[in-house]
């Protein structure tokens, strides 16, 4: 018989969302910013600077507000690497290149899941840093180091690229997976 249950809470559901808005803005500006194309009046520089700011800004205070969440509701637990999983990460491999009927048994995510979202959460906070670097050349902090504020936003371009390529692998997951846990991202349900 198929049961209904309930595996989203309306908080998750809301920083997944509103992040997936922010980082998509943020890449897109970022690279814009990185690698400028003449778009004529629709998109410039000035604009590509404005919204890396406000989304960055956007960005970070949901993003501590979902690690506090995660931290006093416990729910680190669910997208936390841990040791063990390393070991179920062969029999996830072999599942995803067709050599196994079936993945692992997991908890609420797989430990290819919980490397990806505990890598994003480690990079966020590389970037933030190297963020508030760059931020702080306005205020004239840096600009007596110009060598290394050009490494700085190296790393940053770099930390960038991670999410460029792991955001597409995650949505690709998702799809192929198991589209019922796509509408339980929605409206927090999942029918079983
Ligand atoms: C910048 C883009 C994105 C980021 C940073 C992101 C981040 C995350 C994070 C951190 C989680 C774990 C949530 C938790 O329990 O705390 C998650 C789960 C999930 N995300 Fe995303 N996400 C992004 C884009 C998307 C998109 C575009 C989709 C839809 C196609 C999507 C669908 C899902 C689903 C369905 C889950 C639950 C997975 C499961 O139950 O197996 N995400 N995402």
């Known amino acids: 018989m198929e049961e209904k249950v309930y595996i989203q809470s309306l ?4 920083f997944h969302w509103s992040s997936f ?3 998509t803005m943020l890449l ?3 690279f814009y910013i990185s690698h400028p194309v003449n778009l004529g009046d629709a998109y410039d520089l000035d ?3 404005f919204v890396q700011t406000a989304a960055a800004f956007l960005q970070s205070g949901i993003f501590f507000a979902w690690v506090y969440h995660h931290m006093v509701t ?3 637990q669910d997208i ?5 999983d390393a070991a179920d990460f062969r029999g996830l491999l072999k599942y995803y290149f067709f050599m196994e009927k079936k993945p692992p048994v997991h908890g609420k995510y797989n430990a290819g899941q919980r490397l990806v979202y505990t890598s994003w959460f480690f990079v966020f906070i590389f970037l933030f ?3 508030l670097i760059l931020y702080s050349v306005n ?5 007596r180091f110009p060598v290394a504020i050009q490494k700085v936003r190296f790393y940053h371009f770099l930390g960038a690229l991670w999410f460029l390529g792991t955001v597409p692998l995650h949505i690709y997951l998702v799809l192929t997976e198991d589209p019922a846990k796509l509408q339980a991202m929605f409206t927090g349900w999942v029918r079983r």
Not at 11 to 14: F, G, Q, T, W
Not at 80 to 84: A, C, N, Q, Y
């Open 129 to 131: 840093i190297t963020g």
């Open 28 to 30: 897109i500006s970022g």
């Open 21 to 23: 808005v922010m980082v």
């Open 47 to 49: 604009i590509a600077v």
């Open 11 to 14: 908080p998750n559901r809301l």
């Open 139 to 143: 205020f004239g902090y840096v600009l």
């Open 74 to 76: 416990g729910a680190y």
């Open 80 to 84: 936390r690497f841990r040791w063990r």
